[in-house]
């Protein structure tokens, strides 16, 4: 498909282009220029009044069946992976969409342990060439590594040890490899530094000191200042549900994902990332490369729509939004080695971001996307298909990995709890949440307000079951609510009837799967 798009603001590297016409042909940005660079037989796109900038680039995301396909959703072209199983990456489409590191190198036990099926660890510095090997083999572009033991968390967990760093790093270097080092401390970024790698995953999460900050300056850094969107906001819920633009492009089930996190259990003070953002900006002062990165998909952050809020909190930091800009295209594109993306240059792969108003002026323009193009195609539907599905059922059972994982390690962690009735059926749930417990229905719809543990449970036991009988509502797709009969429910799904009867439905009612619907014993507003 060949196009060209006229009379539009031109944004490379954070500044805007004396040309304001651009054509696409093969994939590729074929001219820039003025009106006539277009052919005939091209399809004209009118950009007045818009913004063209290359396709965005997330430099820390841990991959998903979809995810490019819900990245390009939002304007995001190219997700760049740091540490994903072999079996998750030989799922993921276009494969030109990504860059990974494959399986990551951490200590037995050490972190992201509990996120993963069993992986080979490194025991030591005698390991480093064989799992560096391993890595290239499976096809990884770069290699991650873990030094963290925990004390930004005030806890006590393995990590690889200095020597093994600089062992796992000459080896990789050998290779041709970028090094990308997780650490969460000042601390840790300077003894990285130290080790000669190339990459710090996240912003250090306490406060770097002048020192600190010229320690690391031959070094890149993704922000990753997007992670305290994991927690709710002062609306009560995840900081994404408050992103008009982004919800309106959100695929319903990956709402409902967000829903549901928002009533998972969090710490009474969660990080404000202050001293993250911080360390963002005088590390960008200080000529550091800054790179932008959202850490999807864990809680509250979600593929392509989390690096929009991530520019944000650059702009936050601040950085300009040029800068800002410049980190989630030309600057990745650099420190990754994509020479063929992250710039509007004759050459370069159309992977396109058309947007309404001026991310210079206001980066939340970035929001307002109207058209998107991956190597010069318009990215394949991907709300309500198969992959959209395989997404969400991976993340469950990454989550519930986790959760297991943690009330082993931690038998007092807050988790979900069923109500049963001395017969053995199951009346509800009561589900730990900011501020006490959740009592909810069997297939996790609230019951009441959120109330202590004893209170909780007394609803489920007094309305768990005879709630069923009352009118329910529902929706599907659409924003509309509409009053249902619930049939039968299940843990993951519910069949119910629609009381208006224009619906063409079954007598007995339809079944449901709860990634597929919202139920609410009121009408929410």
């Known amino acids: 498909m060949a196009f060209t798009i006229l009379h539009t603001r031109l944004v490379d590297r954070g500044a805007v282009l004396p040309a304001d016409c651009l054509r696409v042909a093969h994939g590729r940005i074929t001219a820039i220029g003025g009106a006539d660079i277009a052919h005939p037989g091209d399809s004209v796109i009118d950009g007045a009044g818009l913004t063209l900038l290359p396709g965005l680039i997330d430099a820390h995301v841990h991959l998903a069946p979809g995810c490019t396909q819900l990245a390009a959703t939002f304007g995001v072209t190219t997700l760049i992976d740091q540490f994903s199983m072999p079996e998750v990456i030989d799922r993921v489409t276009p494969r030109s969409s990504v860059r990974t590191s494959s399986i990551g190198a951490t200590a037995p036990g050490g972190h992201p342990t509990i996120a993963f099926p069993p992986i080979p660890y490194v025991t030591g510095p005698e390991d480093a060439k064989q799992f560096v090997a391993d890595r290239v083999a499976e096809g990884a572009d770069h290699l991650k590594l873990i030094y963290d033991d925990g004390s930004g968390a005030m806890l006590n967990i393995p990590t690889l040890g200095s020597a093994t760093v600089r062992a796992l790093t000459d080896e990789a270097h050998a290779h041709g490899h970028t090094v990308v080092a997780h650490v969460s401390t000042a601390a840790g970024?300077?003894?990285?530094?130290?080790?000669?790698?190339?990459?710090?995953?996240?912003?250090?999460?306490?406060?770097?000191?002048?020192?600190?900050?010229?320690?690391?300056?031959?070094?890149?850094?993704?922000?990753?200042?997007?992670?305290?969107?994991?927690?709710?906001?002062?609306?009560?819920?995840?900081?994404?549900?408050?992103?008009?633009?982004?919800?309106?492009?959100?695929?319903?089930?990956?709402?409902?994902?967000?829903?549901?996190?928002?009533?998972?259990?969090?710490?009474?003070?969660?990080?404000?990332?202050?001293?993250?953002?911080?360390?963002?900006?005088?590390?960008?002062?200080?000529?550091?490369?800054?790179?932008?990165?959202?850490?999807?998909?864990?809680?509250?952050?979600?593929?392509?729509?989390?690096?929009?809020?991530?520019?944000?909190?650059?702009?936050?930091?601040?950085?300009?939004?040029?800068?800002?800009?410049?980190?989630?295209?030309?600057?990745?594109?650099?420190?990754?080695?994509?020479?063929?993306?992250?710039?509007?240059?004759?050459?370069?792969?159309?992977?396109?971001?058309?947007?309404?108003?001026?991310?210079l002026e206001d980066i939340s323009a970035t929001q307002r996307i109207r058209q998107t193009w991956v190597g010069g195609e318009e990215p394949a539907r991907y709300a309500g298909t198969a992959v959209e599905l395989a997404g969400i059922h991976f993340l469950g059972e990454t989550t519930a990995r986790i959760v297991k994982a943690l009330k082993e390690q931690w038998p007092g962690f807050p988790s979900p709890e069923d109500v049963v009735r001395e017969d053995g059926e199951v009346l509800g749930r009561v589900v730990p949440v900011t501020g006490g417990w959740l009592p909810t229905t069997v297939f996790g719809a609230a019951l009441g307000p959120v109330s202590d543990r004893d209170g909780a449970v007394q609803t489920v036991e007094a309305e768990g079951l005879s709630s069923l009988t009352e009118p329910w509502w529902a929706r599907t797709d659409g924003p509309d609510w509409q009053e249902v009969v619930l049939v039968e429910a299940q843990p993951d799904r519910v069949r119910l009837r629609w009381k208006d009867p224009l619906v063409e439905q079954a007598p007995s009612g339809q079944w449901y799967d709860l990634t597929d619907i919202d139920v609410a014993r009121a009408r929410p507003n």
């Open 189 to 359: 970024a300077v003894q990285m530094a130290q080790c000669g790698v190339d990459v710090l995953a996240h912003a250090p999460s306490d406060p770097m000191s002048p020192a600190d900050i010229e320690a690391v300056g031959g070094l890149a850094v993704i922000a990753t200042l997007d992670v305290i969107d994991g927690f709710n906001g002062p609306t009560g819920h995840l900081p994404l549900l408050d992103e008009p633009e982004l919800m309106a492009r959100m695929p319903a089930r990956w709402r409902r994902v967000l829903d549901h996190q928002s009533r998972r259990w969090m710490p009474p003070q969660p990080p404000d990332g202050t001293a993250a953002r911080a360390n963002t900006l005088a590390l960008q002062r200080a000529g550091v490369p800054v790179l932008a990165g959202t850490d999807a998909p864990n809680p509250g952050l979600v593929f392509g729509a989390s690096l929009h809020r991530e520019l944000g909190h650059l702009v936050r930091a601040g950085l300009t939004p040029a800068e800002a800009l410049v980190a989630a295209t030309s600057a990745p594109a650099e420190v990754f080695k994509l020479a063929d993306r992250g710039r509007l240059a004759v050459g370069a792969r159309a992977d396109l971001l058309l947007v309404d108003g001026d991310p």
